[in-house]
Every structure is written in structure tokens, then in C-alpha cells.
């Protein structure tokens, strides 16, 4: 059976909360297939854990699960996690396991629009052992500390031009993480640092795009051209992704395929192409540990040390001042 969780918290949660959340879900998920000898106190329904949760103060912990993931369709909750993720969240949580196909509406108002890709993702026998999806609740720093250090890849896909990228992509480079990105914002810096050869770049330059709009981006026939392509948008668009809301991407579709403001189908087929580059040199551990080695050396410059330093030197010392040398 597969399933996704989300934390649920109180109006105005305590950071004390939040951290509480993140951590069951962790130890839920990475408890999920463990046996348990005490049961979980779950609540019968989404509602009923509500008003628990008012009473208590307690965030409610909802599993959302999907009838139509897996032929098995009864959760057994009595052996759902650890005794120590049993003892955590009925301590914690007002737990609760919710069916997205019998509460549509309320899964709905919550947000949960991604739970279905992620149990038709998880449930898909081809993918066991290879991939899984999972959803962190309240992302912040404190789990960017656990997740960055431990990502191998990094992806970067604005559209070149777009400016989009932040510094996110320069912390998991300095953490050992190689990057798959377009030739745009700090990428561009990051691969001219550590060499272009170690950073799988794919799409469209920025003037390549400007060549695209001028004359005349038709998406619609690049999808039509690309088997591969056709097939992502129209298993999207006819809802395999959403058994329980099928027309919920449609709108998306038709975007992409009648407008793709940032001309993602146009870099589609080379970012295809650059995922088998990574393939193939991840297969090969010691030139992928080569790789990342370079690329921890290069992002040197990046470092908060090196920025502190140039502060220090060129903006805030009185030399900078008698040198003229201050930057803005």
C-alpha cells in the first residue's frame, strides 16, 4: 500500500511543533515496512481528529492513502511504524488516516493536490527499489540541513533568461552535490568556476530562446514530434496521475502545449538526454566521486568565508574607503 503523510498544525504552530512534525513524518516514513507491537491511536476521520487537535493543542498527523494504489487496499495501522514512531505520535499528533478517493473535498481544501502522483509513483512495481516520491512537510532550514548534504543531484531548470536561480543550487554543489540545470543565473557562475565539463547543462541558451520567440514557438508540434513527449503530456492531461480528479492537470496541458511561456517542451528532448548522461557516469561511482570533488574545489569561491571576507576588505574597512575600492 502506498501512502504520503502531512502535518497538520494548529493556527499559529510553535517552532517546538513544527520540528515535532517534521520528525514523525520522517520516522514514519523511514519506519513504514518495521513492525509494531503497540497500535496507533488513530482517530476514525479527518474531522473527528480536528476537533481532538482543538481540544488538545496537538497538530493532527494525517496518512493520506489511496484505495486505487495497490490491489492490497487495507491499511494495517497496527504495524505501520516503530514502537518508537508509535510512541512519538501518540504523544504528539491526533493521527488520522485519510482515503483521498472517499474525501475528495477535504483533500482538496488541504492542498493535497500531489498525494495522488505520489502513490501512483510509489505503487508502480517497476519503480521499487529505484524511486520514491515523498513530500516533506514545513520545509525550512532545519530539514535543508538533513536533505542538502545528502542530495547527489541537484537540479537548476528555469529557463535560460529567466534569472531564476538563487544561491540553493550553490549550497548543494559546496555539499558534494552535482547540478543538471539550464545555462541561467548562478549556474552559469557555478560552471564557470568548476568547469562545464562537471555540471550536465542541457536546453536553450538565452539567445536561442529570443530565436524560438521571434519566430513563432509552435509547442503544440514539438510535442507532436517527440513520442516520448506526447506520451508525458497525455497520461498528465487524461489524468493517470489523478484517478480520483483525472481533469485536475488539464488546464496545465493545454497551457503547455498552446502557449509553454518558458518553452519547457522545447528543452524537454536535451534535458532527456542530459538525465542519461547522469546515468551513465553515476553507474561508474569513482569518476561520479572524481566529479564531485571537483566541484566541491570549484565552489571555493562561493564560500561564505570568501564572501565575508571580500566584505570585510573592500565594503566595510576604512582602507576601502582611502583606496576607493568600496563596492555598493
Known amino acids: 500500500m502506498s501512502s504520503t503523510c502531512m502535518v497538520i498544525p494548529m493556527p499559529t504552530p510553535s517552532r517546538t511543533c513544527r520540528l515535532l512534525a517534521t520528525v514523525a513524518a520522517l520516522t514514519l516514513f523511514s519506519a513504514?515496512?518495521?513492525?509494531?507491537?503497540?497500535?496507533?491511536?488513530?482517530?476514525?476521520?479527518?474531522?473527528?481528529?480536528?476537533?481532538?487537535?482543538?481540544?488538545?493543542?496537538?497538530?493532527?498527523?494525517?496518512?493520506?492513502?489511496?484505495?486505487?494504489?495497490?490491489?492490497?487496499?487495507?491499511?494495517?495501522?497496527?504495524?505501520l511504524a516503530s514502537d518508537e514512531a508509535v510512541a512519538l505520535i501518540g504523544a504528539c499528533f491526533e493521527p488520522v488516516c485519510v482515503d483521498v478517493d472517499a474525501n475528495p473535498e477535504a483533500t482538496r481544501?488541504?492542498?493535497?493536490?500531489?498525494?495522488?502522483?505520489?502513490?501512483?509513483?510509489?505503487?508502480?512495481?517497476?519503480?521499487?527499489?529505484r524511486l520514491k516520491l515523498v513530500f516533506l512537510p514545513n520545509y525550512g532550514v532545519s530539514l535543508a540541513e538533513a536533505i542538502?548534504?545528502?542530495?547527489?543531484?541537484?537540479e537548476q531548470i528555469s529557463t535560460a533568461g529567466t534569472e531564476a536561480s538563487g544561491t540553493g543550487n550553490m549550497k548543494f554543489a559546496l555539499n558534494g552535490a552535482l547540478t543538471i540545470g539550464t545555462w541561467d543565473g548562478a549556474t552559469i557562475e557555478m560552471a564557470e568556476a568548476i568547469g562545464e565539463s562537471d555540471v550536465f547543462v542541457f536546453g536553450h541558451r538565452a539567445d536561442g530562446i529570443e530565436k524560438l520567440r521571434d519566430l513563432g514557438y509552435l509547442p503544440l508540434q514539438i510535442a507532436q514530434h517527440n513520442p516520448a513527449l506526447h506520451a508525458v503530456l497525455d497520461a498528465i492531461g487524461r489524468g493517470v496521475f489523478n484517478p480520483g480528479e483525472p481533469t485536475r492537470y488539464k488546464a496545465l496541458i493545454d497551457d503547455l502545449i498552446g502557449y509553454d511561456r518558458y518553452f519547457l517542451l522545447a528543452d524537454f528532448a536535451d534535458y532527456v538526454a542530459a538525465q542519461q548522461r547522469v546515468d551513465a557516469l553515476y553507474a561508474q561511482p569513482e569518476r561520479w566521486q572524481a566529479a564531485v570533488a571537483r566541484n566541491i574545489a570549484g565552489m571555493g569561491s562561493f564560500s561564505a568565508d570568501r564572501t565575508i571576507r571580500d566584505y570585510v576588505t573592500r565594503v566595510w574597512s576604512p582602507a576601502s574607503l582611502d583606496s576607493g575600492t568600496q563596492h555598493a
Do not use: K
Open 32 to 79: 513504514w515496512t518495521a513492525s509494531a507491537s503497540a497500535a496507533i491511536p488513530w482517530h476514525p476521520d479527518l474531522a473527528t481528529a480536528r476537533r481532538a487537535s482543538e481540544i488538545s493543542q496537538r497538530p493532527v498527523l494525517a496518512i493520506f492513502t489511496a484505495s486505487w494504489s495497490s490491489a492490497t487496499t487495507t491499511l494495517d495501522r497496527t504495524t
Open 109 to 129: 481544501r488541504l492542498g493535497i493536490t500531489r498525494v495522488p502522483t505520489a502513490c501512483i509513483i510509489n505503487a508502480d512495481e517497476r519503480l521499487q527499489g
Open 148 to 154: 542538502i548534504p545528502a542530495a547527489d543531484l541537484s
